[in-house]
Each structure stands twice: as structure tokens, then as C-alpha cells.
């Protein structure tokens, strides 16, 4: 029997998610040869593309993908009544080589040796250790904010543009990489999405483009909010998919920043995080200490939280609970709440090192 292409990348499919229910246990292996190995390849080779391009190619061929999709469906809606098959056929052809793509050029970093492993660091702690941990944060934050202001009520308000946070970006990954090599980010490739006010009223604040290697940061968001998400979604590119991991790389860069700003952004970064971890935990313990942290901080904190309520709309949790079953579906049990695991890598991280 004759199998047709269409056939072939149906076969394929199938065989790509069979391949990837047996890669997910080898952790080790694809550590090594992907994400340590192949990956890094062909991100520098993407990153070196695309990267000089003032605009965001990946969301130009979003759109240009869209349309094409649109103009299929509504050339082929007819036909789909009366070749259901080869209909089919040709939806799972583009399916097989998207879901391809997508692993190949990024989607495989799902499946490495979780990060507490590589940095030699226990995944679980005690509610005693993080309350120690996030008072030490407090001191941390509160003496950067001073720093700062001389008024701690004071909120800080940055002094660059958000271009030039994204110049001042590689400065703090540069002098991570001292320690931790794998961490060299070159060339860069990081820019504000042309769908910006999409993405806000979707809930998010950047994504990675898997089939660029670029890193999209949503131009709208307060540029308080940039260091870190500028980091986070180059820690994506550098290979770390899950979203725990890359707030980790992303905080530990903005805090290794020479820039004190970046240093405040990354350190009450990591202090929300913790925060947000006590109040769960201990609720009485979480009142007494918010009442150490400069009123200004706190400030800062609302303008982020004021900011994303103006953008709230009916369709938001639609978004994030499409986003949280995508995470899921690559290997992130905990879905969106996978995101407050940064407080167990920071806390054991911390344990070890100075803050």
C-alpha cells in the first residue's frame, strides 16, 4: 500500500509524541545532547538571524501564519463536507511539522534535568527557613531602596527608557556567567512585541518565540517591571523552559546587574515571591513582617498591581487557563502555579550564598 505525504507526517506525528512520552524520562540525556548540546546551536544560530532586526520577526510571521490559516478555512469550509478525510489529513500535516518545529527549535528544554539538580541545591524548605530567608530580604530590599530615596515611602521610578534596559541586559548575565558559564548570553535578541496591548489583556507580561529564538517583552508594562522580565524571558531563550526556572535565572541575573536598578527590580522581585509564599504559609507571621518593608516598595508593588487591573477583562482567566493546560501538556504539573516554585530555588540557593 502507497502511503501519501499526508499519511507520512500523520505517521510522523504520532511517532514524535511517542518519542517525547519516553524522553521525558531521560532527563539526564536530554540535558546533555539538547539542551546542553544541539540547542545551544541552533539558538545562536536563530538569535544571530534575527537578533539584529529592530522589530519582532516571529510575531510578523504570527500574523502572516494567522491570515494564511483564516483564508484556508474559509477556501476549504465547503470541502470539508465532502472530503472530511483529506481535510483532516491536511490540518495534522501542519500539525506534524509545527509540533516538530516547535521541539526541535525550543520545545525539548521541557524535558531537562530540573535546575535545583544542576545547581546542586535541595528542592524543598521549611516554613521557618523561608520566613529567615525573606527577612533577610526585606534588609536586602529595604537597603537598596534607600539607596535609592532618601524618603522610604517613596516608590522608585526608573530612569531609562525600556530600550535601554534591554541594552543594559547582558551586563548582569555577563557577570553570572563568570560562575555558571553555560549562562553566556551572545548575541542578543530581545524585543517589545508588536502585540503589546494583546498580550496585557491576555494577562502576560513577554513570551519567547520558539521559532525565532526571540525574546518578547509586552512594551506596555511598567519599566519598573522590565529588568526582570527582560531576564526571565532571555533565561527562556538560554534554554530553561519551565517558568519557575527561568524567574530564577532571571532574578539571579538582574540582581548580578552592576546597575542598582536592576538590583532593586530583581531583589523585590524575588521579595513578592516570598511574600506571597508567607501569607500562604502564616498568615500572622506575613502581617508582622510586610510592616518592615519600605512603604515605597510597596508602592511600586500597587502601581504593578493597578496597572494589570486596568487591563482585566472577561476573557483573562480563558487565556491564562488555555496557558495553564499548555504547561501541563509540556511536562509542568503544577501549570500556572508552578511559577511560586521560584521561593524553594531561592531559598536553598540563598542558604549557600551571599545575598
Known amino acids: 500500500m502507497r502511503i501519501t505525504k499526508k499519511g507520512a507526517l500523520l505517521i510522523f506525528l504520532v511517532f514524535q509524541i511517542i518519542l517525547i512520552n519516553i524522553l521525558k524520562h531521560y532527563p539526564e540525556f536530554v540535558e546533555q545532547y539538547y539542551s546542553n548540546g544541539l540547542y545551544v546551536l541552533l539558538s545562536k544560530l536563530m538569535r544571530y538571524s534575527f537578533g539584529w532586526i529592530p522589530f519582532s520577526v516571529g510575531d510578523m510571521l504570527y500574523t502572516l501564519a494567522g491570515v494564511y490559516v483564516i483564508r484556508w478555512f474559509v477556501l476549504n469550509f465547503k470541502n470539508s463536507y465532502k472530503d472530511s478525510i483529506n481535510w483532516l489529513l491536511d490540518i495534522t500535516s501542519v500539525l506534524s511539522i509545527t509540533y516538530f518545529a516547535f521541539h526541535i527549535l525550543w520545545g525539548y528544554n521541557y524535558y531537562r534535568q530540573p535546575l535545583h539538580k544542576a545547581f546542586n541545591i535541595k528542592a524543598e524548605y521549611s516554613t521557618e527557613q523561608l520566613i529567615a530567608f525573606t527577612e533577610r530580604?526585606?534588609?536586602?530590599?529595604?537597603?537598596?531602596?534607600?539607596?535609592?530615596?532618601?524618603?522610604?515611602?517613596?516608590?522608585?521610578?526608573?530612569p531609562y527608557?525600556?530600550?535601554?534596559?534591554?541594552?543594559?541586559?547582558?551586563?548582569?548575565?555577563?557577570?553570572?556567567?563568570?560562575?555558571?558559564?553555560?549562562?553566556v548570553y551572545q548575541p542578543q535578541s530581545l524585543k517589545k512585541s508588536i502585540y503589546s496591548t494583546a498580550l496585557t489583556y491576555m494577562g502576560f507580561s513577554g513570551y519567547l518565540n520558539p521559532f525565532t529564538n526571540e525574546a518578547q517583552v509586552d512594551g506596555l508594562i511598567p519599566v519598573y517591571k522590565f529588568p526582570t522580565t527582560s531576564c526571565h524571558e532571555v533565561a527562556h531563550q538560554l534554554g530553561y523552559a519551565a517558568e519557575n526556572e527561568a524567574n530564577f535565572?532571571?532574578?539571579?541575573?538582574s540582581v548580578n546587574n552592576d546597575n542598582i536598578y536592576f538590583k532593586y527590580s530583581g531583589y523585590t522581585f524575588a521579595l513578592r515571591y516570598c511574600?506571597?509564599?508567607?501569607?500562604?504559609?502564616?498568615?500572622?507571621?506575613?502581617?508582622?513582617?510586610?510592616?518592615?518593608?519600605?512603604?515605597?516598595?510597596?508602592?511600586?508593588?500597587?502601581?504593578?498591581?493597578?496597572?494589570?487591573?486596568?487591563?482585566?477583562?472577561?476573557?483573562?482567566?480563558?487565556?491564562?487557563?488555555?496557558?495553564?493546560?499548555?504547561?501541563?501538556?509540556?511536562?509542568?504539573?503544577?501549570?500556572?502555579?508552578?511559577?511560586?516554585?521560584i521561593v524553594g530555588l531561592l531559598?536553598?540557593?540563598?542558604?549557600?550564598?551571599?545575598l
Open 347 to 354: 531559598v536553598n540557593y540563598y542558604d549557600n550564598n551571599t
Open 275 to 341: 511574600l506571597s509564599e508567607v501569607y500562604k504559609r502564616d498568615p500572622n507571621t506575613y502581617k508582622s513582617i510586610l510592616e518592615r518593608v519600605n512603604k515605597g516598595i510597596l508602592k511600586n508593588y500597587k502601581d504593578v498591581q493597578d496597572f494589570w487591573k486596568s487591563y482585566q477583562n472577561p476573557l483573562e482567566p480563558a487565556f491564562e487557563k488555555t496557558f495553564d493546560t499548555f504547561l501541563k501538556a509540556n511536562n509542568q504539573t503544577a501549570g500556572i502555579k508552578s511559577y511560586s516554585y
Open 161 to 183: 527608557t525600556k530600550s535601554e534596559v534591554f541594552d543594559k541586559v547582558q551586563l548582569g548575565y555577563l557577570t553570572l556567567s563568570k560562575t555558571y558559564p553555560h549562562l
Open 249 to 253: 535565572i532571571g532574578m539571579l541575573a
Open 137 to 158: 530580604l526585606i534588609e536586602k530590599s529595604n537597603l537598596i531602596h534607600r539607596q535609592l530615596s532618601d524618603n522610604d515611602s517613596l516608590k522608585i521610578e526608573l
